[in-house]
């Protein structure tokens, strides 16, 4: 909560009171600096003209820290009946006070920040000062909850501005991510359409980087990357938006040709890049020579350009043709250029075929609690065997996004996930178990998908809370304001809502504060190296906090070794899934004793 008004300013407005309210020459409110061995005041009250805002005396000279210890009175009428305040004043030559004051202020977690303190040097009547002690107690506790809650306020603009910059940056390079790449060439589409201006967008790919991998591991892999994105950076122009859209795969936009003509400044951009990795690059201390195919897309002057994703599909078709041609070289766009995608025309009917004939199976991965290994839940997760062969899902979901399929899909892997979930809760005795179901983005701009989601359920006998629909920020892009109809729609019916892969979009943390979530589900990609890296951990324990303090249930993805568990829950993390506790399985191999 921000407060309703600033530490300083708080302090000002005490300090004016208490010195109207209460006979003492000087008030202060002053921090411990314990590295410095200084007792500093903040603001002052200062009716003898002896000290200003900022001035400091040494702590362990000081009243003030027998009141923090705990073995003097924090107040005293006759200071130097006390036994500490005679000593402190003898030992400093005899400093001229009378009585004293001094009243901690803590400030979150029972920590001391400072004091409220007061001096006069005339010893004031038994009782004067006593009378006050509630209020000033008062006082100092309001000072400690502003100070706290400026704190809290500043560590959570701090976390917030960290998540920001991981949502647009890339951690390893420092460079923009894929998600701020493509927002700069929406806005540079936007402003071409008006005034027709030219831009040029290359996207290029490390050759052969596997074999670096190979040789020298993902370290030397990632000690590559950094120094590449460093010659990058060299190689393009102060106005270029240059990012890593992920793996050894970057981009590059040029929005400011001039005069020269597009294709030519095209070509000289990748000449640019081309040369600056000429040199040979130093991995783990070994000479490695690397180079770059180049896929280049123009869009001249004057005409109409596809949408962002075309471009960059474009960019990519040259890119692969530049890699067929011989690789370490720049490739062109041109209408004739294809993508190998027979796979869609080759997969697109025996896929619809087969959720006709519910030959896509569910299988099932448990959500466990760390601290137990308990089972608490599963997620129902789709496959598909074609022609004797399990065919990926990252190969049929998207295909099933492009066939629009999807719905279907769903509604598919609803129907087998309620009836599991039916048979578990028969067998368990209890209805505890949690089944979670993955929901394509389109789902979410179709007002219908309530009620019939809603059916399904109570067709099987279940309640919409055994029930969590995963949900992806992809979902709440094209259309947002129905997204949201629909979140609430089913949050209100009972359904948990969770953000799936959390972090991987550009605009995750206005997600988490606009739809009604239930449990936020932070993507592997951040946790795999969580048990060796101290930056990555900060990050996690960052995100676990925000996590607990909006009040969601947070589950961590990717979990596969013991190691990085231990760490999760040194870290508070409750709940997690993945390899280390199971694999994707059948309903008859997952053991649910636990649950």
């Known amino acids: 909560m921000v407060p309703l008004m600033s530490f300083d300013e708080a302090s000002e407005r005490v300090l004016d009171y208490l010195r109207a309210l209460i006979p003492m020459r000087f008030w202060a409110v002053s921090a411990h600096d314990a590295e410095g061995d200084r007792q500093v005041y903040l603001h002052l009250r200062d009716q003898t003209g002896r000290r200003a805002a900022g001035d400091f005396s040494v702590w362990s000279e000081s009243f003030c820290q027998y009141v923090l210890a705990g073995v003097a009175p924090q107040i005293a009428p006759d200071a130097m009946a006390v036994p500490q305040y005679a000593a402190v004043s003898a030992a400093s030559g005899g400093v001229d006070i009378g009585a004293y004051v001094g009243v901690p202020i803590q ?304 509604t598919l892997m609803i129907e087998q996930a309620c009836a599991q979930l039916r048979r578990w809760c028969g067998s368990l005795g209890h209805d505890r178990l949690e089944m979670a179901v993955n929901v394509p983005p389109g789902l979410l701009s179709d007002l219908q998908f309530p009620d019939r989601v809603t059916a399904q359920v109570v067709d099987a006998g279940l309640h919409p809370r055994q029930l969590t629909l995963e949900i992806t920020e992809d979902a709440l892009f094209t259309d947002p304001d129905t997204a949201l109809r629909v979140a609430e729609d089913l949050h209100d019916r009972g359904f948990r809502l969770a953000l799936d892969d959390f972090g991987t979009g550009y605009s995750s943390l206005l997600h988490l504060r606009s739809i009604p979530l239930d449990v936020m589900k932070i993507d592997r990609g951040f946790i795999s190296d969580v048990d060796t890296n101290p930056r990555t951990r900060f990050f996690m324990r960052a995100l676990l906090g925000m996590g607990h303090d909006l009040g969601l249930r947070v589950v961590v993805e990717g979990v596969e070794r013991e190691s990085q568990a231990e760490a999760l829950r040194d870290l508070g993390a409750v709940y997690g899934q993945g390899y280390r506790y199971a694999r994707p399985a059948a309903p008859e191999e997952l053991d649910l004793s636990s649950c």
């Open 107 to 410: 400030s979150g977690h029972g920590t001391y920040f400072g004091t409220l303190c007061a001096t006069d040097p005339q010893v004031q009547p038994e009782g004067v000062l006593e009378q006050h002690a509630p209020l000033l107690q008062l006082l100092a506790t309001l000072l400690g909850q502003i100070l706290t809650a400026e704190r809290l306020q500043a560590e959570a603009e701090e976390r917030e501005a960290t998540l920001r910059w991981r949502a647009f940056h890339d951690e390893l390079t420092g460079l923009p991510n894929r998600a701020l790449f493509n927002d700069r060439l929406d806005r540079a589409l936007a402003l071409r359409a008006r005034d027709r201006r030219p831009l040029v967008v290359l996207t290029l790919d490390v050759d052969d980087f596997k074999a670096v991998n190979d040789t020298f591991g993902h370290a030397g892999g990632d000690e590559l990357l950094i120094q590449l994105s460093r010659r990058l950076q060299g190689a393009v122009r102060t106005a270029d938006a240059l990012a890593r859209m992920g793996g050894d795969e970057f981009a590059v936009l040029l929005e400011h040709t001039g005069d020269v003509g597009t294709a030519a400044v095209a070509e000289r951009a990748a000449e640019r890049i081309q040369a600056a990795l000429a040199d040979p690059f130093v991995v783990a201390g070994r000479r490695v020579e690397v180079g770059a195919s180049v896929g280049v897309v123009c869009v001249e002057p004057g005409t109409d350009p596809p949408g962002a994703e075309v471009l960059l599909t474009h960019a990519d078709v040259a890119l692969y043709s530049a890699k067929r041609a011989g690789k370490a070289r720049a490739t062109l766009y041109h209408p004739a250029m294809q993508l190998p995608e027979t796979s869609d025309l080759r997969l697109r009917e025996p896929l619809r075929e087969a959720m006709e004939t519910h030959q896509i199976k569910a299988v099932y991965q448990p959500v466990v609690a760390l601290a137990t290994g308990a089972v608490t839940g599963v997620e129902c997760l789709a496959r598909w065997t074609h022609e004797g062969s399990p065919v990926s899902p990252e190969v049929f979901i998207p295909l099933a996004a492009r066939s629009r399929l999807s719905p279907a899909l769903t």
